[in-house]
């Protein structure tokens, strides 16, 4: 079956701009992650979903960063102003839950974000 | 920080076992010690994880201590598409929480 996907698989702006990252994650998962890598290290939390709620977002590094999941299924990963800092990939994840932690968590490609 | 402490870089003949040690001497009872690998420009993918007994599956093998403070990795025969950065977490079996990764080790497999 399908994986997670992750749209657009590279985004360039320009410092100050805003940008939308898209996550379609397995079909039944009620589970998303999104997950920030920059170069050579690994990835960092961001922010859990549990359904269309945002459980925990904790990891957002400030409020310019922002996401939602209003259907439950596709996530947006929104940033505002960004930043030189902000270049990194970004990387979406699903799970069949967040409750247990035997269930796995599948990770999209991910998106490139490089900002100007 | 992560919990976890691993080797930055390891390298191993195609064909032969892969060995990958990690150490998470702070593990607490009711945490788990998965594996997850990275390909170059892919996301993490999931391999074994473990409580206390050893496990295997189709991808690898998962050596736990007996005192759980280190695990080893085991990837039978090793082939060049192995080549791959492994993170070691751990993680409690209960309730939510998400992987906190370290910056793993980087396998190379050889010809």
């Known amino acids: 079956g399908a994986g997670v996907s992750q749209t657009p698989s590279n985004k360039v702006t320009e410092k100050g701009k805003y940008v939308e990252l898209r996550c379609d994650p397995i079909s039944g998962h009620t589970a998303l992650y999104w997950y920030r890598q920059s170069l050579g290290q690994g990835p960092e939390f961001l922010i859990y979903f549990q359904g269309t709620g945002a459980a925990d977002d904790s990891g957002l590094p400030n409020d310019r960063f922002f996401a939602v999941r209003p259907e439950g299924s596709v996530s947006t990963l929104k940033i505002q102003r960004t930043e030189r800092g902000d270049s990194a990939v970004y990387l979406c994840?699903?799970?069949?839950?967040?409750?247990?932690?035997?269930?796995?968590?599948?990770f999209g490609p991910g998106t490139r974000l490089t900002v100007l | 920080d992560a919990k976890t402490t691993q080797p930055p870089s390891m390298d191993c003949a195609e064909g032969r076992a892969a060995n990958l040690p990690c150490n998470h001497s702070t593990i607490s009872g009711n945490e788990y010690v998965y594996w997850y690998r990275q390909i170059h420009s892919q996301g993490p993918q999931y391999i074994i994880h473990?409580?206390?007994n050893n496990e295997t599956n189709e991808m690898a093998s998962l050596i736990i201590t007996e005192d759980r403070k280190s695990s080893t990795l085991i990837l039978p025969h090793a082939t060049l598409r192995d080549t791959a950065v492994y993170y070691c977490i751990v993680r409690p079996w209960s309730g939510y929480s998400t992987l906190t990764f370290g910056k793993g080790t980087m396998l190379l497999v050889s010809p």
């Open positions: 473990g409580l206390k």
């Open positions: 994840a699903s799970s069949l839950s967040g409750l247990a932690a035997t269930n796995e968590q599948f």
